[in-house]
């Protein structure tokens, strides 16, 4: 089966719309641990793990790099820095279809004690959210590539929020991000991909990792995200302004810009990439050498056996 064939989809923007429920992870690695063999280890040791249990419709690493306060105009009200220490990583991003599949992943035992248990050898800190149902939303994608591997084609970046003290609700909150902010700014015409996420006040790791820290940095947690990819850097500080700018004052304390250095999909629609598979390095000297025998359906069957399916795997039994 085609990816998105089942649901009559093959937009990125439609395929993440399918899901019904999305968990965002935010990830500090380990300090004694050079960061690259973090990120080499999380990719092709920790993420291909997911690829090996079905109810996963989409998993994506997001690598972020430092907070960027300068592609901001100045805001009365509103602070665009952020601690060196509260600064995560690395964003690992998983979407599900329904809770049932979601339930179907935690009952598995590779997501239930294997993919926990191996957390500590590279992750120092991990704070772990739900979105509520149906909250999350890709409101615009001109990339359309549900299985991006490297670097994006644009500068992307990860958006993060801090409420006011003073805010209503936090669902009050994720309705003014997503109607105020994330879908006036989908619709300038520099915005390449924009999706909103809105995300509970954090408490707890949704995920608990045995031996990883779970509490946040510092005081600063936020309610809600948006991945933003755009034509240049510049069209950042376009979309504060005018008005939207005091608007936005009145809601946020603060705005904190991660730049996607590159993105890795493990899972697109239901199965398994081939890097989920094989683990990037593998699937790049694949290419090199030009062996186009190794990324067929049949040897990659042969290889992974029913990993090869994922979500379809999942399906067949019920």
Known sequence: MEKGQSLGVDDTAGLENAAELALTAFCWWRADIPHDVCEAYWRDVHGIMFARVPGLWQYRQLRLAANRPDLWPEVQGISFDAADVAQPQGMPHGLFLSEADLVAFGSNPIARESIPNDAHNFIGRIGAQLSPPGGGRTLVDRINDPAMQGPPPVPTFVLCFVPRARAASAEAFHRYLSEHVARPWSRHPGVMRLRVEPLPPYDR??????????????????????????????????????????????????????????????????????????????????????????????????????????????????
């Not at 809600?224 to 005018?242: I, K, M, Q």
């Not at 004052?249 to 991660?258: D, F, G, L, R, S």
């Not at 493990?266 to 000297?285: F, K």
């Open 205 to 318: 790791s949704a995920m608990a990792s045995p031996g990883v820290a779970h509490q946040w940095p510092n005081d600063e947690t936020y309610l809600g995200w948006l991945e933003l990819a755009v034509r240049d850097e510049g069209v950042v500080g376009d979309l504060l302004a005018g008005a939207a700018a005091d608007e936005l004052a009145e809601q946020v304390k603060a705005v904190h810009t991660y730049p996607v250095r590159e993105v890795y999909t493990i899972i697109s629609a239901g199965r398994p990439t081939e890097v989920g598979l094989r683990g990037y390095p593998a699937v790049q000297t694949i290419i090199a050498a030009g062996a186009g025998d190794q990324r067929g359906e049949a040897v990659l069957n042969l290889l992974f056996g029913d990993a090869v399916l994922g979500l379809d795997q999942l399906r067949r039994r019920t």
